[in-house]
Nanobody
């Protein structure tokens, strides 16, 4: 079991940037693929980005491609989401997930894994 704690959310103006962090506890962090999801008010949770356990492969949703970047530092047990050129429609609670999936694309559809509590991102127009 991996415990996850997100941080770095906040209020930012449109066009601005934020970097989210997800700190994991547990000795097996480096063996999990990691992902970011988000849920806006009144909407279902949606996939944002994922990265393999080694960090060699990433997968990003079309809605954020070219603006968001996922990375990880296994020495620090942390995964990051760099968000640039933020838009009001990016406003949501962002969740981190760890899952035993074979590739980054599988993160978005896997029912298995551990979730963090989420961090609020609000983008003002």
């Amino acid at each position: 079991q991996v415990q996850l704690v997100e941080s770095g959310g906040g209020l930012v103006q449109a066009g601005g940037s934020l970097r989210l962090s997800c700190a994991a506890s547990g000795r097996t962090f480096s063996s999990y693929a990691m992902g970011w999801f988000r849920q806006a008010p009144g909407k279902e949770r949606e996939f944002v980005a994922a990265i393999t356990w080694s960090g060699s492969s990433t997968y990003v949703a079309n809605s954020v491609k070219g603006r968001f970047t996922i990375s990880r530092d296994n020495a620090k047990n942390t995964v990051y989401l760099q968000m640039n050129s933020l838009k009001p429609e990016d406003t949501a609670v962002y969740y981190c997930k760890a899952a035993p999936v074979p590739n980054a694309q599988a993160m978005g559809v896997s029912p298995f894994g551990s979730w963090g509590q989420g961090t609020q991102v609000t983008v003002s127009s």
